[in-house]
């Protein structure tokens, strides 16, 4: 510092008095001296002394006891959140088996009820019964698989004493009794049903008549002589509902299970029928016998999980004495962690339950103990470091108090320094668009030329900013594989005229030619990424325009087989045949390694063959530094330049060139280039897009059809032009521009061939006449003499005359170089463009004051009137990105309603409403967009819905039902394919990526207001 001290160190009076203002300083200086005035106190109060070594123990003894204590509460948090995610795992595993077990009863037990309903029917609804055993069984048997829990089913008929002998004669066996069986069980291979004991004497029996062949073993037997079947019995016919039984050991198979009954009735009874009524009406009992180990184990196979949880089946009809229907019979866990979820079988009598657990107890928690135990190494370590750092600074300042002084002043420089980087070091790209859209809404303010300049100046450092943003997270795409491309439809034409206006300005300032010119082979509309295809050009072009300061840059999209089959093309950039007439590199050479276009000139296969696909070929010439022969094989390497002064001069960072050429590869095209240093540079490159033709009409045609594109516009169809032009290029884009606003245009090289060629050219009358600056400059009698003769043949309607010129500077003329007849000729503002020329006419025609030859920028007064009478929703939880939004398109005249959240936006567009249109945040706390949308389109449509069914839509309204979709567009920063999908899959109409600019708003909504009016 040696603006302080120039002999040594200041003393305290000299630095009080830089503090009082007597000596101007910047901030980090101020800082500096401050630190050396506490410095000064402590030095007089306190002297240097040695720190003590105690309160340095203490200070890191509680520094790891703290950071334990810290350590042990994660560890306790992060054991207590994998517990719990452990017990809602079982829940969500255990909730799965109950309920798949349950839906599977249910589906069983209503077949079973449906058999009943057969056997009423056709046994008992019928003389004679249209069912016997051999129907039966045959019916069951096919039927199985509707009872994917059932092992069998029998029917048992109701029959009184006093109708028991004729019944036994007539089925041809006695009815056996149950409850000798229970008592005395046998082995199922031992049991006989011929040996089994008569039914004893009581008021009604239940003999089973009809039984599938897995329970044919039950034929004949009294069902209420056995206590189990008759409780289930009895209770059947009184409720008039399906009831189970315990669960017990069935008969033969001497397995545990249940049996399902229904009562089979002989006319159909009321819902509200007594039980005495569904005693008298009963005809039989339909029941279905449940293996519940055997079918349990079956239903549990179907889950891949079945081995991780044990599960209990449990009758817990009686709470005390609680029955086991399944038990897994495996070692389960010693966490004590269970889950028990109620079964609802259809039987309110009856309650049942399955209790699952783990079979395996919780994995040692190493995430836990790891994530714990690393904390506390680190803050031990970071502890240490401080330990021996404090020890450090005890030793310096032992041996020399003037090093103590010294590093004190370095550290206060390192914290000042840290402090700076800290408060520049934020977040970047979330303001960036809170940044530029008040900058532009600033613009549009009342500002003088210098404030707007100003403003125009940060404006680009924000956008080159961004764009340097946007250039790295596309390399870091590129690198992830991440970077995916849209398949929209969209008009090249209108990509290079964006381009053009993009890089206008610095080619005017540079005073170079810039021209665009698209062959008529090229479609109107192709389906592709119009965003990429259009960074691709700007990389390019950028490129160029920084390293050209003479000459022009040229752009040029032909159709593949044109470049083939024309050698018009190929020769275009022959010496002395260019834009600007300065010398170039030959074009064909830049191509000349394509695989799609082989030595010989002939078509790949592999892409001429698909009709469907259009492949376009797009050079941009310059006439340059050139690249050294040195660099050029590294040319599209990431991050590489060819020399590093390039950063510094021209700004970049050498990686715009590697996307190029990785985005050329992701429309199936090829990317390369020739260069000459001090002549210049061309590069070119094919892109492959579907034709809208064929994915609509089936079929395009011939391609070398050359028709000519559509007028942009039908004001200036039927004008004749005529332009003085000795470049043939040149006079080749301009002709392409005039044309594509139905204007027919007549090329003349110089003005004495022009003045010949109005002698013979009859009775053509010409409306313009369209001259280059330079032409005009060098021979300013013969355009006065020219204009005079068009007069005079115009009947003394002087024609309008334009001026074509790089800049405005060079354009300028004095009053005596005027024609005769037009002292104050327009000019078109080069590159041209068919907007610019459109809107260069209309001003000097006097048709329209909407736009500025020199700028084509609209006045303010236009801008206002394009969204006059619009009510616009913005939604967006960030309230800089609400301003800005609600700013630019009150600047088109809407009237903006901001909200911060999909809720409010949910309740403002809740028809009926007035919005026409709404811009949707996609991200945003509590509900995000796309969920907001859903929710809206929902409503739309119940709305709508209801009002045609009541009629309360007028008669004149009904064919505008479609204009009651309110247009939903969504601001993201996310334009890839999945998420354009989303989008639209959501309901939303479009989208705009941030950070937008005002125009883009309003190209993006005004889509839908001008189809409303067409």
């Known amino acids: 510092m040696k603006r302080f001290d120039d002999g040594g160190v200041m003393d305290s009076g000299s630095r009080r008095s830089l503090l009082n203002g007597k000596v101007p300083l910047r901030w980090w200086e101020r800082v500096f001296v401050r630190i050396s005035l506490i410095h000064d106190h402590y030095d007089q109060f306190v002297g240097y002394k040695r720190l003590s070594k105690t309160w340095l123990k203490k200070l890191l003894h509680s520094w790891v006891v703290s950071t334990s204590i810290i350590s042990l509460g994660i560890f306790i948090y992060m054991t207590s959140q994998a517990a719990e995610k452990r017990k809602d795992t079982l829940m969500s595993m255990c909730e799965e088996r109950a309920r798949m077990l349950q839906d599977q009863f249910n589906v069983s037990m209503n077949h079973v009820q449906a058999i009943s309903i057969l056997i009423s029917t056709f046994h008992h609804g019928k003389d004679p019964s249209a069912v016997d055993q051999r129907i039966f069984t045959r019916y069951a048997e096919r039927t199985a698989f509707e009872r994917p829990l059932t092992s069998g089913v029998a029917y048992a008929v109701r029959v009184l004493h006093s109708e028991r002998e004729q019944f036994e004669k007539q089925q041809g066996w006695t009815i056996k009794r149950m409850d000798t069986i229970k008592q005395k069980p046998v082995h199922k291979d031992d049991y006989e ?174 995430l836990e103990i790891a994530t714990s135990t690393g904390l506390l190494v680190i803050a031990l370590l970071l502890g240490e470091i401080f330990h021996a750092t404090v020890n450090r600074i005890v030793k310096v300042e032992d041996d020399c108090g003037k090093m103590m002084e010294l590093k004190k002043r370095a550290e206060a420089a390192d914290v000042a320094k840290s402090q700076f980087l800290a408060t520049v070091s934020h977040e970047i790209r979330t303001p960036m668009n809170g940044v530029l859209g008040m900058l532009q809404m600033l613009m549009d303010t009342d500002l003088d030329v210098t404030q707007q300049e100003y403003v125009r100046t940060a404006q680009e450092s924000g956008k080159a900013l961004v764009s340097l943003i946007n250039e790295v997270l596309d390399q870091a795409k590129i690198e992830s594989g991440k970077l995916e491309l849209e398949a929209v439809q969209f008009d090249p034409r209108a990509i290079l005229d964006d381009v053009l206006s993009l890089f206008s300005g610095k080619s005017q300032e540079k005073g170079i030619e810039l021209a665009v010119y698209i062959s008529n082979w090229v479609p109107e509309k192709l389906v592709g990424d119009p965003g990429r295809f259009r960074q691709i050009i700007i990389n390019l072009m950028g490129n160029s325009i920084k390293f050209t300061e003479r000459g022009h840059i040229f752009v040029t999209v032909h159709h593949v087989e044109e470049v083939m089959d024309s050698i018009d093309v190929k020769l275009e950039s022959s010496l002395g045949n260019t834009l600007s007439g300065y010398a170039v590199p030959e074009r064909c050479l830049s191509w000349s390694k394509f695989r799609s276009i082989s030595q010989d000139g002939m078509r790949n296969p592999s892409i001429s063959s698909v009709s469907n696909l259009v492949n376009l070929i797009v050079s941009v010439e310059d006439t340059g530094e050139g690249i050294p022969l040195e660099a050029q094989p590294k040319i599209f390497t990431p991050f590489v330049q060819v020399d590093p002064s390039i950063s510094r001069t021209h700004g970049g960072t050498g990686i715009g060139l590697s996307i190029s050429k990785y985005l050329v590869g992701l429309m ?109 400059s060098t021979d300013p009698g013969s355009s006065a003499l020219l204009v005079d003769h068009l007069t005079d043949k115009n009947h003394g309607v002087a024609p309008k005359f334009l001026l074509l010129t790089n800049s405005i500077g060079s354009s300028r003329m004095s009053d005596g170089a005027s024609p005769a007849r037009q002292s104050n000729p327009g000019v078109i503002m080069k590159p041209l463009r068919a907007s610019m020329i459109a809107a260069s006419l209309q001003r000097v025609m006097g048709s329209s004051n909407k736009a500025s030859p020199r700028s084509g920028v609209i006045s303010r007064l236009a801008l206002q009137n394009l969204l006059q009478g619009r009510k616009i929703l913005v939604v967006d939880d960030n309230d800089v990105n609400l301003r800005v939004a609600a700013g630019a398109l009150k600047k088109y005249g809407a009237y903006v309603v901001c909200e911060n959240s999909g809720m409010k936006a949910i309740t403002l567009l809740r028809p009926p409403h007035h919005f026409d249109a709404c811009f949707m945040d996609i991200q945003m706390p509590l509900m995000d967009g796309f969920e907001a949308t859903k929710r809206i389109r929902a409503a739309e449509r119940n709305f709508f819905s209801s009002e045609f069914q009541l009629g309360d839509v007028p008669a004149e309204d009904e064919g505008e039902a479609g204009n009651r979709h309110v247009p939903i567009l969504a601001m993201t920063a996310d334009v890839i394919h999945a998420t354009h999908e989303q989008c639209m899959r959501y309901g939303m109409d479009g989208y705009v990526s941030k950070p937008f600019e005002a125009e883009q708003l309003y190209v993006e909504v005004s889509r839908f207001f001008a189809s409303k009016r067409n």
Not at 287 to 303: D, R, T
Not at 698 to 703: E, I, M, P, Q, V
Not at 706 to 734: C, I, W, Y
């Open 193 to 366: 049903p011929e040996a089994l004991e008569p039914s004893p004497v009581q008021e009604e029996y239940a003999p089973v008549i009809f039984a599938q062949d897995t329970v044919s073993h039950v034929i004949s037997l009294d069902l209420l002589s056995g206590k189990e079947d008759r409780e289930n019995i009895l209770r059947a016919r009184v409720s008039g509902k399906g009831v189970l039984t315990a669960p017990f050991r069935l008969l033969k198979t001497n397995r545990l299970g249940v049996i399902l009954t229904f009562v089979v009735y002989k006319m159909d009874l009321p819902s509200n029928a007594t039980p005495n009524e569904r005693i008298k009406a009963t005809a039989g009992y339909i029941g279905g016998i449940f293996h519940i180990q055997s079918l349990v184990e079956k239903l549990l196979q179907q889950l891949s999980s079945k081995q991780t949880i044990a599960v209990t089946v449990l009758d817990i009809t009686n709470q005390s004495s609680p029955i086991s229907m399944y038990d897994s019979n495996s070692s389960t866990s010693d966490d004590g962690l269970e889950y028990v979820s109620m079964l609802n079988f259809g039987d309110p009598f009856r309650r049942h339950e399955m209790c699952c657990r783990f079979r395996e107890n919780a994995p040692w928690p190493l």
């Open 668 to 776: 199936n095209g090829e990317i390369g280039f020739v260069s000459i240093p001090r002549v210049g540079s061309t590069f070119t490159f094919t892109a492959v897009f579907d034709s809208v033709c064929s994915k609509s009409l089936g079929s395009c045609g011939d391609l070398r059809i050359n028709s000519q594109p559509d007028p942009l516009t039908t004001e200036f169809h039927g004008m004749v032009a005529l332009l003085v032009d000795p470049k043939p290029v040149r006079a080749k884009v301009s002709r392409y521009h005039v044309q594509r606003l139905g204007i027919h245009i007549e090329v003349v090289p110089d003005l004495n061939y022009e003045l010949l060629t109005l002698e013979k050219c009859g009775t053509l009358k010409f409306d313009l006449v369209l001259m280059e600056e330079d032409v005009w």
